[in-house]
């Protein structure tokens, strides 16, 4: 490994051990590390290991989920500028949530389960539009055509909702948070999205022999049909396990790649690992932000990051246009 | 609602020199109520004791939407979140069916008593919910007091015998009218009004586009909208277009927050409805 | 000693056939040109004869084993291809791009110290030692066709496909490319078959000739035979000489046929 790479990636592990301990010391209830009860009866022990660990371990999968899929795709599609989103898993997991409105009185882990069949189910929806040995072009408009059907049937059900109180739960939800997310949602949410990471860490090679192109990686031997459905399975159980109990949180998987091409090159394959821990960093920073911003309503996690994107993006553009002019 | 507190001032009183004499018992129940939704707030406030009390909802203090605001003032307030909650260390939690689930389970797992209430449909279903909250807070005489306040109110706003039945039409933020299978459905219909959301189709809580509402206007149409605080629902209720019903149509106002939820503010609102149909009957006031 | 050979081949894209019923054995050892106007088919021949184009009929054959029966990484180890347009997605650094030419030999474990030395060696043999530490994303035409070269050398390939290798190089680097491939074929025994369209080049360069036209081979032989006017007349539509000077054969292009 390079110098270089050890070095970033010591600071991100460092990085994230210390966002670790702050999470688990920060809440409406200060736990310094001093204070930390150990004994299972004081009511500050429920609020560690019930509330914040899971909510800490829950942060670090989802971000690790989104930055690694957003390096995959980002190589996948040869573009900086991908992100999760762009396969439509996202809006698929949504989706099966929102539907979920219409069951009346459902238990805990209806919606989780309806919004992980949604992702799955529009991930295979894809891979049937895209199907074998078409472009990349045809693939991608998969992906638009999934997030357009997706969303407006999310408009649609929302719309039709049986109350309008029912909506605004839902629409908390599609904001996207981790606020009182425990030990179920986190044991729900973290096998499928280990099983993610592993598939997508698998497509590293095919990732870089892309750089030369389509028919330059199809020249060293890379299946690309292959690489396409591992991709897209991988990006349904990592992103759709985290939508699933935690609603929609953006930006991660666009913005970590990004940030650290710059620092580790441009290696496609070189990314993917450390994208995951780069995400893990940016969701857990982002989650603890907004446990510390004073406000009687705790802002939504997907708002936040979603407001981090829009002075990224004019920071990007200036840079560019520096560059360039 | 003052008139729950001056009770509870009496009975202490009571049972405090009741026990001085050592005839009285110390009140039982949860010591350490917090509640999350304004509805039971309302009813929680007229049935248990106030240091029972050890939070309500935030939204119980903005005077635009809720009954009891000057009072939430005075009383402690808790945010929405598990933490939040613990931080009061409560023995009981009243939530809404609309609570976050996420937040309910949370409370649960930490060993917290959670009761979960849906919205009344109907006057028998909030006078049920009432009695619960009275029988969970263990005072289950308060509760039948206000159930028999709100009874006292609905007797006193019924209509005359045999008198008509003027339709109404009640239009809220956003275009939204209450219809059949509502309380404030079932309300309408014990004080002598016809709900005209029910014979436009309405189930439930429904949207009433403005082209139904001038094709086929009711007797009187009640605008309850927020007074104005946001400026787009605003003219959803008191749209341009209404103007042309002005001639055929009976305009009265009521302020939203009072068809929000059942529970004492049905005392008001079934005041304020029976006015209402007065002024469309032409009965003196 | 290895043969590929073509049998009855007819290639269409999309519905359009482009090659039609074609049959010729390449040989390792021997550096093989493929000639043709613009759109004869020379690229579209080159990818199936790389696997990665299925044929409308007929088969490929490697070694007389169906080359589409092959695993898609084992076919890579033994046919390399070195496309004609030259895609580079990201800024890497040229060492590391070259490097990419090992993803067929290499596993998970990444690239070991023998990887490197190949990888040195390939940058040598395409004169892009002085461009090792490059970004790749900075270099110009020429510079990039030759990290090309060499990255399709990395991958030490029995048969090198060639889609105009020499295409915007500088003349001293066209004849070290040329050097290097030659040498490929006759010193490391390696089959090399590549697509130019400078004649004289190809006269000097290739043992064998094959030159396709309206999707068929007009010519397939030495130069000298497959070089003759008439062929070339009949494929360019020009008027041409063949000449044997000091240097080697020469193809003079005189006017319209």
């Known amino acids: 490994m390079s110098r270089r790479r050890l070095v970033v990636l010591s600071l991100l592990a460092l990085l ?43 942060a670090v999968l989802i971000g690790a989920g989104l930055g690694l899929s957003g390096a995959a795709l980002q190589g996948f599609t040869r573009n900086p500028l991908a992100d999760p989103g762009v396969l439509g898993v996202s809006s698929a997991a949504a989706l099966g949530a929102v539907l979920t409105l219409w069951i009346p009185a459902a238990a805990g882990w209806v919606q989780p389960a309806a919004a992980m069949a949604g992702a799955l189910a529009g991930t295979g929806l894809l891979l049937a539009l895209a199907a074998g040995g078409s472009s990349m072009t045809v693939f991608l408009l998969a992906g638009v055509v999934l997030n357009t059907i997706a969303g407006a049937g999310v408009a649609l059900a929302l719309s039709l909702a049986p109350t309008p109180w029912a909506v605004n739960g839902i629409i908390d939800w599609l904001m996207g948070s981790l606020v009182d997310r425990g030990l179920p949602e986190t044991l729900f949410a973290a096998p499928f999205i280990l099983a993610g990471l592993l598939l997508l860490s698998s497509t590293g090679r095919a990732l870089d022999a892309l750089t030369l192109g389509e028919t330059g990686a199809r020249s060293l031997g890379v299946d690309l049909d292959r690489t396409r459905v591992v991709l897209a399975a991988g990006t349904a159980l990592a992103v759709g396990a985290g939508v699933a109990v935690a609603g929609v949180i953006g930006f991660a998987g666009l913005v970590t790649p990004h940030l650290l091409r710059p620092l580790i090159g441009a290696r496609p394959g070189g990314l993917l690992w450390p994208s995951a821990l780069g995400g893990a960093v940016l969701v857990l920073a982002g989650d603890l932000a907004v446990r510390l911003i004073p406000s009687e309503a705790e802002v939504r996690l997907g708002v936040a990051m979603a407001c981090l994107g829009g002075p990224f993006f004019l920071g990007l553009l200036l840079m560019l246009r520096r560059r360039l002019g | 609602m003052a008139a729950g507190f001056h009770r509870t001032v009496s009975r202490r009183v009571a049972a405090g020199g009741l026990a001085a004499v050592g005839l009285g018992a110390a009140p039982v129940g949860p010591h350490r109520i917090v509640s999350l939704n304004p509805c039971l707030d309302a009813q929680l406030v007229h049935i248990a004791d106030r240091r029972q009390i050890a939070g309500l909802s935030r939204l119980s203090r903005d005077p635009a939407t809720s ?67 009275a029988s969970l807070a263990h005072r289950p005489e308060r509760g039948e007091a206000l159930a028999a306040r709100i009874r006292a109110a609905l007797e006193t706003a019924a209509p005359q015998p045999g008198s008509r039945r003027p339709e109404v039409l009640i239009r809220m933020s956003g275009g939204i009218s209450p219809g059949a299978g509502t309380l404030t459905d079932d309300l309408l219909s014990r004080l002598g009004l016809s709900n005209a959301a029910g014979r436009l189709g309405v189930r439930g809580w429904g949207l009433v586009r403005l082209e139904a509402l001038l094709a086929a ?45 059942g529970g004492p503010v049905l005392i008001e609102a079934a005041a304020e409805l029976a006015r209402i149909r007065d002024s469309a009957l032409g009965v003196r006031p | 000693m290895s043969r590929l050979e073509a049998r009855g081949l007819t290639l269409t894209r999309g519905s359009r056939p482009v090659v039609r019923d074609i049959d010729v054995t390449l040989r390792t050892g021997e550096v093989t040109v493929l ?60 060492r590391i791009l070259v490097g990419l030419g090992r993803i067929p030999h290499v596993g998970a474990r990444g690239l070991s110290s023998e990887d490197a030395r190949i990888i040195d060696a390939a940058l040598a043999g395409a004169g892009a030692a ?55 074929a006759r010193e490391s025994g390696k089959g090399v078959v590549l697509t130019l369209h400078d004649l004289t080049l190809a006269a000097r360069l290739a043992d064998r000739v094959l030159v396709l ?45």
């Open chain 2, 217 to 261: 206007p009711p007797e009187v149409l009640v605008l309850a909208d927020d007074g104005g605080r946001s400026g787009r629902a605003d003219q959803t209720v008191r749209h341009p277009a209404l103007v042309a019903l002005d001639a055929r149509v009976l305009k009265r106002d009521l302020p939203e927050r009072l068809l929000f939820c």
């Open chain 3, 35 to 94: 000639l043709g106007p613009n759109g004869a088919g020379k690229s579209t021949l080159l990818e199936a004869l790389c696997g990665l184009l299925r044929p409308a009929s007929g088969q490929v054959l490697l070694d007389g084993g169906d080359l589409a029966a092959l695993a898609p990484a084992a076919r890579a180890r033994r046919i390399g291809l070195l496309p004609q347009t030259h895609e580079i997605a990201w800024p890497l650094e040229v």
């Open chain 1, 16 to 58: 994230l051990t210390a966002l670790v301990a702050a999470s688990l010391m920060t809440g409406r209830i200060p736990l310094p590390l001093a204070e930390m009860a150990t004994d299972p009866s004081d009511p500050r022990w429920a609020v560690l290991v019930q509330l914040r660990l899971p909510r800490t371990l829950l």
């Open chain 3, 213 to 257: 036209g309206d999707g068929t081979l007009v010519a397939d032989g030495a130069p000298e035979t497959a070089l003759a006017p008439d062929v070339l007349a009949r494929a360019f539509g020009v008027r041409t000489a063949l000449r044997r000077g000091p240097e080697g054969l020469s193809v003079d292009v005189l006017g319209r046929a």
């Open chain 2, 67 to 133: 009954t009891l605001a000057d009072l939430a003032a005075t009383l402690p307030s808790v945010g929405d979140t598990a933490e939040a909650v613990i931080l009061k260390r409560p023995d009981l939690v009243l939530a809404s069916a609309h609570t976050s689930a996420a937040t309910r389970r949370a409370l649960e797992r930490l060993g917290v008593p959670v009761a979960v209430f849906e919205t009344p449909a109907s006057l028998a279903a909030s006078l049920d919910q009432v009695r619960r909250i």
């Open chain 3, 130 to 184: 002085d461009l090792a530490g490059r970004d790749a994303s900075t270099l110009s035409g020429g510079e990039r066709a030759r990290v090309m070269i060499a990255r399709a050398l990395a991958g030490e390939p029995e048969w090198l496909l060639a889609d105009e290798p020499l295409a915007g190089l500088d003349p001293g680097y066209q004849i070290d490319a040329a050097t290097t491939l030659s040498g490929l």
